[in-house]
């Protein structure tokens, strides 16, 4: 080979070698940035992934937390609509003998209306029927037994 070749051919050689250095150290330079920028990006996205499912555990306990509360609330509902229920009940209760002890007074109150009417009326008649007896002229003896017979008949006539 001649000279100038073979000096060609070294020249070539360290021109391809420095442009390699140059290039390879470029490249490598520009994969451990974006071999870099991926493990940003994965670490990153592990980061939001768990921020996520503490998240969702934080929603789920919430949730599970909500609904025992719900529950809760729904079974003191029940116990106050059962409590509500037994005092209406004995309410009612209480309002029906009071309403069965003021009718029971009305009704005492009735009878002896009627009791004292009837005595007024046995008094009228009994005043009445003296009065007969004095202003027709009967005699003592007969007038005591028409009172006598006058009075064992009053039960009759109360009853």
């Keep these: ?6 000096w060609v051919l070294v020249s070539f ?25 991926i493990r940003a990006e994965l670490d990153e996205a592990e980061r939001l992934h768990k921020d996520a499912q503490a998240l969702l555990n934080g929603y789920q306990r919430r949730q599970a937390d909500a609904l025992k509360e719900a529950e809760a609330v ?3 509902a029940r116990e106050e609509a059962a409590r509500l229920r037994a005092q209406a009940g004995t309410d009612l209760e209480s309002s029906l003998k009071r309403r069965e002890a003021q009718a ?5 109150q009735a009878e002896a209306a ?4 009837v005595r007024n009326l046995t008094v009228d008649v009994a005043i009445g029927a003296s009065r007969r007896i004095l202003a ?3 005699q003592a003896v007969q007038a ?16």
């Excluded at 009627?114 to 009417?117: G, K």
């Excluded at 005591?144 to 009853?159: C, G, T």
Aim: hydrophobic share 55%.
């Design 13 to 37: 050689v360290i021109f391809v070698a420095l442009v390699w250095k140059k290039a390879g150290a470029a490249i490598a330079s520009a994969l451990d940035g974006r071999a870099e920028k």
């Design 114 to 117: 009627a009791v004292a009417e």
């Design 1 to 6: 080979m001649n000279t100038a070749e073979f």
């Design 136 to 138: 027709g002229g009967v």
């Design 144 to 159: 005591d037994r028409l009172i006598e017979q006058s009075i064992a008949e009053l039960p009759k006539h109360l009853h």
């Design 74 to 76: 729904l079974a003191h």
């Design 104 to 108: 029971m007074d009305r009704i005492a």
